[in-house]
């Protein structure tokens, strides 16, 4: 079988494609070839019996969509898109990439005709404040950035291209991602992995807002999880709406500390340092907190139980289970 | 005050027309330069002290939006657009018109900078079974069809381009127009209109589905009202939520016949014969019911209070009072 990752050089492309190296099986088929596309190479793994490439493009690009779906690809994870911050702070890029180049590589694979399963990453920011305490499976999408509305139009673009059979689309809504490796960014989300990740390295970290906030986090691991679960799916028990939020663990700042604590000890929690940021604050407020993601369940998307098991699958997955 | 109409050979286009033309005026300020643009040249009314003019071209094509746009209208009324059954026939057209069509002129009034008020008609075909017994403001869209999708995406691009204040948007989502002028067309709703308008011609009229199907209504002269109000409201008691779910008469089919006689007789109403039609009530039964429309209630938008207000406004308007 021939796998097809978009995005494949960001950080949860790079953990799918060693999944999926680990496993050489994808959705109870072999992996026979995989092809690692994104605007950098993508570092490659190799697979026995299987022809792994490192592509290299822009998918609004004039044909470059088209290039990658004559491989006809069985499953394709359409993981490339800027992120929140960059889709607010450039319009013309956040469109061109999140939009046109999610449309050229439906379009491209809609030409190919050969039907592939397509697991697209959505986001929780097709979602916009006011929310309800617990947020439901139905509740409608109103976003409040442009990366949202890009991430719902593409929901809606893989919605209508799986019922007329162009396709069989999965779209899911990744919860944040919980504890993310490497340094800190500008992200206003940066500090819920910053606060685990810098105290675990024996670094201090900023705490920019009340131990009040509620938020859902699930694993890089978690989210591996999702799309390779959706790659294997029966596309007829998910029925017309093809878009899943995501389960994780709904926690509060003040909650994330003590697991902190349990898994890593008193020292550990105090290399954390308190120091509101307003800015951060009005940001984060209009976030929203907990979801149902009752139909997830249902389909078998499983994700941390607690957020001591987020913690200790940062330290297994980044640090080597020190 | 310059006001700019696409999609004005339509039949909500014409009408809506001829209300400014007989006003003289919009939101308060006096029509100074009308545009009608279309694919086909549209009816062009004289106004007192107003210079209107006639386009024509494809708003998807390259430089036509941006010829609109360069006039610098400060009301606009984007009603251009493929209908339901024809983007559902051609995928490539629907896209064409009703998504990139919309997105080109969304991004030539963005470039030009001027911030007008734009109103879009919508459609209830956002929403997607299986829906409740009356169908909340805020129920999520999932739309069924190509068309409804393409009119969630022109939502999205219509809510975060308001958001960035590219310019000020109102999304309106019509229920069905009733009764339709005219000729029976293909349209599985073509006999919601057609078992009023043939009996009131002296025409027989074939009714394809049970009596006992609900629907929701409203006049071409309450579309028309909903567009003219729209471009009047204060964009700041929309708030970031910019698409409207439209009022409408909720009445089965058996209640329209009703009011058929009530209105014109037993004689009309003995002209509609039941042939029971299995592909249409396949489609038909799908179809959402009735609407809440607080949201729109709230902000003044008005439709008839009775499906025989409706009648009566056809027969004033289409029949010249006969």
Known sequence: MRVLITGAAGMI??????RLAADGMLAGRRITALDLHDIVPAPAPSIDGAAVRTLTGDLAAAGA??????E??????????VVS????????????VNLDGTRALFDALRLAAHAPRVVFTSSIAV????????????????PLTSYGTQKLIGEALLADYTRRGFFD???IRLPTICVRPGKPNKAASSFFSGIIREPLAGQEALLPVPRSVL???????SAVGFLVHA???????????????????AVTVGEQIEALRRVAGEGAQRLIREVPDEAVWAIVKNWPTRFAAERAHALGFRAEQSFDDIIRAHIEDELAGV
């Open 13 to 18: 492309g790079c953990k799918l494609t060693a």
């Open 65 to 70: 969509a088209e290039a990658l779906a004559a």
């Open 72 to 81: 006809r690809p069985d499953i394709v994870f359409h993981l490339a898109g």
């Open 85 to 96: 911050g960059e889709a607010e702070a450039n319009f013309d890029l956040g469109y061109r």
């Open 127 to 142: 979602f916009g404040a006011p929310f309800p305490e617990t947020i439901p499976d139905d509740f409608h999408p109103t």
């Open 169 to 171: 689309g999965i779209g």
């Open 215 to 221: 938020h859902t986090h699930a694993s890089p691991r």
């Open 231 to 249: 790659a294997g799916i029966d596309g007829g028990l998910v029925g017309p709406r093809r878009n899943l939020t995501m389960p994780g663990v």
